[in-house]
């Protein structure tokens, strides 16, 4: 579950086409629809960041991406939403949530991750991960990770799907954010002895994950 289009992409996407290319059913929740006017005044359009989502996904191997729209910046923490996210839980039963950092520094992010907090209570997902979308994103005294993917095997894919974001591929410096992105999967891979890695804090894991 991202707040925004493309945040899945960056913190998960390897993981999220590794467990695509396993054969689970994977879908992709996107809360905002993504449009919005950036601090130099340039206007992002909802359709063609939901789009460019569609497309994203198509590479990544998702089953379905839904769409909440709700305003980007401005993302509500309330019943509203709350009840909406849980009638998708109710309806796909997830095995995994993966969502955002509750120290995040985006304030959509951090609502994020306060509404998979709400949704996956009493064991309704018995698997929580938090993730870090680019470099410092959470605070870095905050953000802990413990449970590493290898996703050697579909780096390329992440980064495909990540350059499938035009507008945000082209916002972040094209391929300078294409290098950031993989200095971070090595960095992170460094750790576990893989080539590259995405890693996320546990937030809750039941030992099912092992079956
Ligand atoms: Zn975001």
């Not at 992409?9 to 390897?14: K, P, R, T």
Request: glycine residues 8%; aromatic residues 12%; hydrophobic residues 40%.
């Amino acid at each position: 579950m991202g707040a925004h289009p493309d945040d899945m992409e960056l913190e998960a996407g390897g993981s999220l086409a590794k467990f695509a290319k396993k054969g689970y059913d994977v879908y992709l929740l996107i809360l905002t629809s993504g449009g919005y006017t950036d601090i130099n005044g340039k206007t992002y359009m909802d359709d063609q960041l939901k789009e460019e989502a569609v497309q994203a996904t198509k590479i990544l191997g998702i089953k379905d991406v839904i769409f909440l729209d709700y305003h980007t910046k401005d993302l509500p923490v309330n019943g509203d939403v709350i009840s909406r996210v849980d009638s998708l839980i109710n309806e796909l039963r997830p095995d995994i949530f993966i969502s955002h950092h509750p120290f995040d520094s985006h304030q959509d992010h951090k609502a994020a991750a306060e509404i998979m907090f709400a949704v996956s209570r009493q064991g309704r997902v018995k698997n929580v991960l938090s993730g870090s979308t680019l470099p410092y994103r959470p605070n870095v005294f905050a953000f802990r990770p413990q449970f590493f993917v290898d996703i050697t095997e579909t780096i390329d894919t992440k980064i495909n799907a990540i350059r499938a974001y035009k507008t945000q591929y082209q916002k972040f410096g094209g391929e300078i954010l294409v290098e950031h992105v993989e200095s971070m999967a090595r960095h992170y891979g460094w750790a576990m002895g893989y080539e590259y890695a995405e890693c996320f804090e546990v937030i809750r894991m039941d030992d099912s994950i092992w079956e």
